[in-house]
């Protein structure tokens, strides 16, 4: 590496961030010093604008516990566990005689923007799988599987945008640590990020955040009263389990069977 060629990359990348500086920050910081004192002495003698921000803020926070509890591929912290539910439970508890349902009412609002914020978080998967380079890495080498692969996903209807829909909501209303390979193939197939976003979004703010919230508190309260059939949250999910499980394995078994069709067809047709 030539030294003096580096030394003069780091010349010239210094003086294209002085002008970036001078450009955008330099030249206007009086104007943003005005916007920000003004903004302060208003803040100060307005009650009504103390309120907004702190509204704002409160928003904020639940929306980035939201982004935190999904955020990267596989992995999050859990604000559920640590933020939201402690929160649900304590508002249960320093209020007298409210129900249940009530309390899950009332924490709605920090309910529905801590799963908008979960559902912002699983985009980096699907970002990822969009910017995926296809023209120069090829996963499958084999000619015969890719030949039963692109015949298989031309029998899959992908046109449909309520199958999508459908599909993503499904998933995404269903609390399960592999909705990332979602947003993955959403991402890889190109489907545009309404059409993942929104169905992610409702799924998870107004369907499995107000739920997951609603279980946690019954478990919570009925704790001391354990009784099976009485447990009918817990009778519910293990009745969905199974479901799954069974829907599952019927699917696999169908997709099993339509390859190896396919496969045989493909063979007498050689």
């Not at 609390?175 to 947003?183: H, K, Q, V, Y």
């Not at 309260?221 to 199974?242: G, K």
């Amino acid at each position: 590496m030539n030294v003096s060629n580096f030394k003069n990359d780091i010349k010239l990348t210094y003086d294209y961030m002085i002008r970036l500086s001078n450009t955008y920050i330099y030249n206007n910081i009086q104007l943003y010093t005005s916007i920000l004192f003004t903004y302060m002495v208003f803040n100060t003698f307005s009650y009504e604008l103390y309120y907004l921000n702190m509204s704002i803020l409160n928003i904020l926070y639940w929306f980035v516990l939201g982004v935190l509890s999904t955020i990267g591929l596989g992995f999050g912290f859990h604000t559920g566990i640590f933020f939201l539910f402690p929160y649900i439970i304590n508002y249960y508890e320093t209020q007298p005689s409210i129900t249940i349902l009530n309390t899950i009412i009332m924490c709605l609002p920090k309910i529905i923007i801590w799963g908008l914020g979960s559902a912002i978080g699983e985009l980096p998967p699907y970002l990822l799988a969009l910017k995926y380079d296809r023209s120069n890495t090829e996963i499958i080498k084999n000619d015969k599987i890719k030949k039963i692969l692109k015949l298989l996903y031309s029998k899959i209807d992908c046109s449909k945008n309520h199958t999508r829909f459908i599909s993503i909501l499904l998933l995404s209303s269903w609390p399960n640590a592999t909705f990332d390979m979602c947003g993955l193939m959403c991402g890889y197939y190109n489907i545009a990020l309404k059409d993942f976003l929104i169905p992610t979004m409702i799924g998870k703010s107004l369907i499995k955040a107000p739920i997951q919230s609603f279980v946690v508190l019954y478990l919570y309260t009925h704790e001391s009263d354990y009784n099976f059939s009485s447990y009918s949250p817990i009778n519910v999910n293990i009745l969905f389990n199974v479901c799954f499980v069974f829907l599952f394995g019927f699917c696999s078994f169908k997709c099993v069977k339509k390859t190896a069709d396919i496969q045989r067809k493909y063979i007498s047709n050689k």
